[in-house]
């Protein structure tokens, strides 16, 4: 009959089209152990100057050290803590983004420790001078975070207990809220909601097509947890929150374009009996210090002296 494929031509076709299915299941598995491994390691790790600790200490009047402890899986662990000249018996953890160092928490520090808070800066593991080859995003970074202040507390003598965590190290900070209770209040910048979330949210930013990305993510996270034994989406800041006491200051750039302001506005919603939502007209991501240094600065030392 005309029109018909014969067996001839059949066969040809088949194969074409299993080779097609097979070759984008190949290429999508590998896209998603590229994101897996992508998602647990930093392409460059900068390492912290302690110029910059010094530089502060002076700017200050106050006086620094090293930081060290193991962590609970003995990766070690380093930072900066920095006595101020006048202490006002508080004391605040500051964590840093991802890719970033304790350097990068510094233009918080200052205000802080000109307030009379003693403030360590510590490097997140994976980052700058702290150990561990992978990065968690609060799986185990939420332990670490229990660590310091058992440290922190213990060396100060300080009997409030704040935090100040910047995009990755805020998501940080909100999910540490599970494990350490003695946080007064904390102010978090920029947090993603759920690492689930803003997987799906990096492939779009990477102009991943809306099938692909339904694949790959959830390919990536399994293939975490096979290689790494990480099961990153047990690193949700909304389930914390969603479970906290603890007052919290959400900041969030309407102008961040890395981690969308939705996130924050979910977090809000989970819990706004215990949370407050200041979005920062024009910032970009964790970029609200830079666009209004003195309402930033003003919130989060009255944020702080509430509680």
């Known amino acids: 009959m005309d029109g018909a494929l014969t067996s001839n ?17 190949v290429v999508t598995l590998c896209a998603a152990i590229f994101a897996g491994e992508n998602a647990v390691h930093i392409r460059e790790r900068p390492r912290p100057d302690p110029r910059d600790a010094r530089g502060l200490a002076a700017a200050t009047g106050s ?60 490097d997140a593991r994976g980052h700058g001078a702290s150990g561990g080859s992978i990065i968690t995003y609060g799986v185990r970074e939420a332990g670490d975070v229990h660590s310091w202040a058992d440290w922190l507390l213990a060396r100060t003598g300080a009997t409030r207990l704040y935090g100040l965590g910047e995009s990755m190290g805020a998501a940080i900070l909100l999910q540490s809220l599970a494990i350490e209770r003695r946080f007064r209040a904390v102010a978090a910048e920029c947090p993603f909601a759920d690492f689930e979330s803003i997987a799906f949210d990096r492939m779009k930013q990477a102009g991943a097509p809306h099938p692909l990305s339904d694949a790959i993510v ?36 309407t102008a961040d374009d890395n981690i969308p302001l939705r996130h924050s506005r979910r977090l809000h919603a989970a819990n706004p009996r215990s949370t407050v939502l200041w979005e920062v007209p024009g910032a970009g991501h964790a970029n609200a210090i830079g666009v209004a240094r003195d309402e930033y600065t003003a919130r989060v030392l009255d944020w702080f002296a509430r509680h």
């Not at 293939?223 to 200051?249: F, K």
């Open 9 to 25: 031509q059949v066969l040809p076709t088949r194969r074409l089209f299993t080779a097609g299915v097979t070759g984008a299941a």
């Open 63 to 122: 006086e620094w050290q090293t930081a060290r402890l193991a962590a609970a899986d003995g990766t070690p662990l380093d930072g900066w803590v920095f006595r101020p000249a006048h202490p006002n018996g508080g004391a605040a953890i500051l964590l840093h983004g991802v890719a970033d160092t304790r350097a990068g928490v510094l233009s918080q520090a200052d205000f802080l420790l000109r307030a009379g808070y003693f403030v360590l800066t510590p």
């Open 218 to 253: 959830p390919l990536g996270l399994l293939y975490g947890r096979l290689r790494y034994g990480i099961d990153l989406r047990q690193a949700s800041p909304e389930a914390a929150v969603r479970a906290t006491s603890v007052p919290v200051l959400l900041i969030h750039g």
